[in-house]
């Protein structure tokens, strides 16, 4: 498939097509919801084990270190599950995930077991990821339209629904242990429902001549340098948006004197933001292309940073909340599509880029953590604005290669 074709809108899309569609958006925005509805609740979290800025950065960590695990075996597993089972059974570990979380953090606050049960959260989370992108992709492809920032705009309206959802709970005073365990019984009941509504994303294909196939072949991923220089987009980019959903919340919190319910409010704005830039993404990229959109979208997210970094009032550091959202919004989904042009090997190269990308949630959460206890988490938040700077310098890796196959 040709940038040009992406940009044909056929006049009627089959009703399979568009159920397979619609479900994808629906499991990205079920996965979104499941980590807003942790990342509302962490001001009170942090309330209840009493923890420090530092030590939050830690517990963070457990989440983070389970997508890596998760993102390490993500190939593997797929191709040995499929697209298809995988996104149901691991969709529903991140529920399991973070129902633990609440029951743990509620009924036996201890921090040890709370970051084992964001650890499974995550590594779920993580397979997860892979294997609905991949999806995404396939369902692109067959429609032949740009999609894949609808879809990741389908993860920003579940962030936005479940940040308003923390935010009102956490207002009402809803115990956290009933919170999480309702949302996540919720999702898997979902899941378990939208998943029939997927169709196979597997494109099979003739092996060519020097071709590795099992684990071997999905390793050589990492030996392309333009899926290398992709990862390198999306550390950028999700260090940038993991960054405000790790810490916005409090950083408004502490730094600008909101209360609780306000920085989970700041942070429903952030993910409103970045839903909007997804939304209206596709429409910039069949106009411009990924790499001037991509370019752009690390300016805005510059200029937002700074104003929530040196903005004089809530309300200044508010608007730069919602160009950071803005800037925050294409780059992961812009780099999953670039990884999944060979549908080929589209499992084994979004695994290499998502792994690159989830290193921002393993390095990020203490580095800023560790940051914010010595200089604030505003000023803390300068070493995001070096990462948005790689991701620009990279942006022309995500340019569709010539030759390749089409769909």
């Not at 940038?3 to 009703?15: Q, Y």
């Not at 839903?275 to 991509?294: E, Q």
């Not at 999953?336 to 989830?358: C, E, F, H, L």
């Not at 990020?364 to 010595?374: A, H, S, T």
Request: glycine letters at 14%.
């Amino acid at each position: 498939m040709t940038e040009s074709s992406l940009r044909e809108r056929p006049p009627r899309t089959d009703p399979v097509l568009a159920r397979w569609r619609n479900a994808v958006f629906t499991i990205f925005a079920l996965s979104g919801f499941v980590f807003a509805n942790w990342a509302a609740r962490v001001p009170n979290i942090r309330d209840i084990l009493g923890a420090s800025t530092q030590e939050m950065g830690v517990l963070i960590l457990g989440m983070a270190g389970g997508a890596i695990l998760g993102l390490v075996a993500s190939s593997h597993v797929i191709t040995h599950l499929g697209v298809n089972r995988a996104i149901r059974w691991f969709l529903a570990t991140a529920a399991v995930g973070l129902i633990g979380a609440g029951l743990i953090a509620g009924f036996a606050p201890d921090f040890w077991l709370l970051f084992v049960a964001l650890m499974v959260a995550g590594g779920g989370n993580a397979i997860l990821d892979v294997a609905m992108n991949v999806a995404g992709a396939a369902n692109e492809r067959r429609i032949g339209r740009t999609l894949m920032p609808m879809f990741h705009a389908g993860f920003s309206v579940g962030t936005m629904l479940g940040a308003g959802t923390g935010a009102l709970t956490e207002q009402l005073g809803v115990p956290v242990e009933w919170h999480l365990a309702v949302v996540g019984a919720a999702v898997i009941a979902i899941d378990m429902w939208v998943v029939r509504y997927l169709r196979p994303a597997e494109e099979p294909h003739e092996a060519e001549p020097g071709e590795s196939a099992g684990w071997r072949g999905r390793l050589s991923a990492w030996r392309d340098p333009r899926i290398i220089l992709i990862g390198l987009i999306i550390l950028g980019m999700a260090f940038t948006e993991g960054s405000a959903n790790d810490w916005l919340g409090l950083a408004m919190v502490d730094g600008y004197g909101l209360t609780n319910p306000g920085g989970a409010a700041v942070f429903a704005v952030f993910v409103t933001a970045m839903t909007a830039g997804r939304l209206f993404g596709g429409a910039a990229l069949d106009r411009f292309g990924r790499v001037p959109v991509l370019a752009g979208s690390a300016v805005l997210a510059f200029a937002g940073l700074l104003l929530v970094i040196i903005g004089p009032t809530a309300p200044v550091a508010i608007a730069g909340a919602v160009l950071w959202g803005v800037g925050a919004s294409l780059g992961f989904p812009v780099g999953m599509s670039a990884a999944a042009d060979d549908p080929r090997r589209a499992t084994a190269n979004v695994a290499a880029v998502a792994t690159i990308g989830y290193m921002a949630f393993l390095v990020g959460p203490p580095l800023i953590g560790v940051l914010g206890e010595e200089v604030g988490l505003r000023n803390a938040f300068l070493v995001v604005l070096v990462l948005v700077a790689v991701a620009a310098i990279c942006s022309p890796a995500a340019r569709r290669p010539k030759g390749l196959p089409e769909s």
